[in-house]
């Protein structure tokens, strides 16, 4: 099963500040990748798929990067709303793997 | 709109069954693969199985393999998740997810508490 190591676990940022999230995968998944916002209590929900495109009605703060078997989400400039766990999701093959989550905290 | 509305979840002693449901809405639910992907309480998330379409393919996490049984129903555009032998490391909520070409998991339901416990 391919593996997916995202760093870091957790970190904490101020509104505004500018965060990068790495997802990087034990083989190449071209650019099978998506990335996920989950908030408590809630279901993950969608922002980037393909490893860089925007899913529809996501801000535009949010980007991915990445192929292969390195790969980034950011976000430009941190809102209160995007306080969250974000998750990795390899697309590539069967069984799907997750990374182990970004917890994102108020500074 | 699409919904994804899972059911079936509840208080089940180790060694038993349940059966999820999953009722689809707002799109051709026959024309999409689906998957089920848990998530332990305080954990992360953990893809669980896969079907095909047409329900001609499945594919389960070597945890799951050979206690639970994927399937669907498209005329009742409805998805199952049958679990048997459960242990209380299957305690999770379980989600009903979809997957589109190209896009990959795009739709969640909301998701349905299973606690295994005596």
């Known amino acids: 099963a391919i593996q997916m190591t995202q760093s870091p676990s957790s970190l904490s940022a101020s509104v505004g500040d500018r965060v990068t999230i790495t997802c990087r995968a034990s083989q190449g998944i071209r650019n099978d990748l998506g990335w996920y916002q989950q908030k408590p209590g809630k279901a993950p929900k969608l922002l980037i798929y393909?490893?860089?495109s925007l899913q529809s009605g996501v801000p535009s703060r949010f980007s991915g990067s990445g192929s292969g078997t390195d790969f980034t989400l950011t976000i430009s400039s941190l809102q209160p709303e995007d306080f969250a766990t974000y998750y990795c999701l390899q697309d590539n093959n069967y069984p799907r793997t997750f990374g182990q989550g970004t917890k994102v905290e108020i500074k | 709109e699409v919904q994804l509305a899972e059911s079936g979840g509840g208080l089940v002693q180790p060694g038993g069954s349940l059966r999820l449901t999953c009722a689809a809405s707002?799109?051709?639910?026959?024309?999409?693969?689906m998957n089920w992907v848990r998530q332990a309480p305080g954990k992360g998330l953990e893809w669980v199985s896969y079907i095909s379409s047409s329900g001609s393919a499945t594919y389960y996490a070597d945890s799951v393999k050979g206690r639970f049984t994927i399937s669907r129903d498209n005329a009742k555009n409805s998805l199952y998740l049958q679990m048997n032998s459960l242990r209380a490391e299957d305690t999770a909520v379980y989600y009903c997810t979809r997957r589109a070409h190209y896009v990959g998991t795009d739709y969640w339901g909301q998701g349905t508490l299973v606690t295994v416990s005596s």
């Open positions: 707002g799109f051709s639910f026959s024309s999409y693969e």
């Open positions: 393909a490893a860089s």
